[in-house]
């Protein structure tokens, strides 16, 4: 089946810390995008790939970095500079060039303490 | 700038029709969707419009109007499950979409 996945779920860490949160996708898309979400609140773009080895900031990219090494994989890392990273993430992919539907995995609740 | 407006909640009761309205403000335009988004997991795709007019997919339907900035989302029959929030995100000039806040919708029995 072919899908998006992120993992984990859920995930805890102190303050100070950075994490690394995971997205997968075997569904051959060119396009990966990571969201953040608030409760209440619409999703706001962190950061986006449209090809391998390239990657632009969304509106929110202070305090998270990325990095597009192979084509299945946009792996983003939360850093201590984030201000508020309590949230919840969300990974998509889509097609480029021809329609743009985005396929979103089940995302993942990060809790800083 | 860019911009969606969509009510923040809308209550509706089991059976029934209701109407979830969009207006949006983009820089160009390149289609819109719409998204269901249940409390706590991800948005799953409901439709998409590029042109004017009506969109009809089983109970749930989409129509747009490119010269107002319009779309809305036509529920009928409603269900239990179908309390959610629903997401209208227009696709700008460069193929991004961008996200209202949504509108989360009760279903009453």
């Known amino acids: 089946d072919g899908g998006i996945t992120q993992s984990p779920k859920y995930l805890f860490r102190k303050e100070g810390q950075n994490v690394t949160l995971s997205c997968e996708q075997n569904l051959n898309h060119d396009a990966m995008y990571w969201y953040r979400q608030d409760p209440g609140q619409g999703l706001r773009l962190i950061y986006y790939s449209q090809i391998v080895n390239d990657f632009q900031k969304g509106d929110i990219a202070e305090g998270y970095s990325v990095s597009r090494e192979k084509k299945e994989s946009f792996p983003l890392t939360v850093t201590s500079a984030q201000k508020n990273p309590t949230a919840f993430y969300l990974c998509a992919s889509s097609m480029v060039g021809d329609y743009y539907e985005q396929y979103f995995g089940p995302g993942t609740r990060l809790t800083v303490t | 700038g860019q911009n969606i407006d969509q009510p923040t909640e809308m209550t509706a009761t089991e059976g029934a029709i209701v109407q979830i309205n969009c207006t949006y403000q983009?820089?160009?335009?390149?289609?819109l969707f719409w998204y269901q988004q249940h409390a706590g997991e991800a948005p799953t795709f409901l439709s998409y419009?590029?042109l004017d007019g009506l969109e009809e997919k089983g109970r749930f339907s989409s129509f747009l109007s490119r010269s107002k900035g319009y779309s809305y989302l036509l529920l009928k029959e409603l269900q239990m499950k179908d309390s959610a929030s629903y997401l209208c995100?227009?696709?700008?000039?460069?193929?991004?979409?961008?996200w209202g806040a949504g509108t989360k919708l009760i279903i009453k029995p």
């Open positions: 995100a227009p696709l700008n000039s460069n193929y991004q979409l961008i």
């Open positions: 419009n590029v």
């Open positions: 983009t820089s160009g335009f390149n289609g």
